[in-house]
Nanobody
């Protein structure tokens, strides 16, 4: 079993910054990709925000390029998302997602609210 604990969500003014973190524990041998997704208000699907491989290769949604940075610490099995220049449209529940031996696990989600 894999456990994911997210932290760092909250309320921030537009233009501000916020950092999300996710720690993976449990049966995580074979952990490969780590990622952040988000689900905006009223939306049914979760959209990819950023992903990072275990070698550190990162990719981003076009909407966050240049503003968000994903990073991971393989020794601590954590993934972080540094968010800057936040916009009201970035408000969402952010979910951590990891892939372990081809199985996908999701965190419980953390709310990010951006006031204009």
């Amino acid at each position: 079993q894999v456990q994911l604990v997210e932290s760092g969500g909250g309320l921030v003014q537009a233009g501000g910054s916020l950092r999300l973190s996710c720690a993976a524990s449990g049966s995580i041998f074979g952990l490969t990709s780590m990622a952040w997704y988000r689900q905006g208000p009223g939306k049914q699907q979760r959209d990819m925000v950023a992903t990072i491989t275990n070698s550190g290769s990162a990719s981003y949604a076009d909407s966050v390029k240049g503003r968000f940075t994903i990073s991971r610490d393989n020794a601590k099995n954590t993934v972080s998302l540094q968010m800057g220049s936040l916009k009201p449209e970035d408000a969402a529940v952010y979910y951590c997602k990891v892939v372990v031996r081809s199985f996908t696990y999701w965190g419980q989600g953390t709310q990010v609210t951006v006031s204009s």
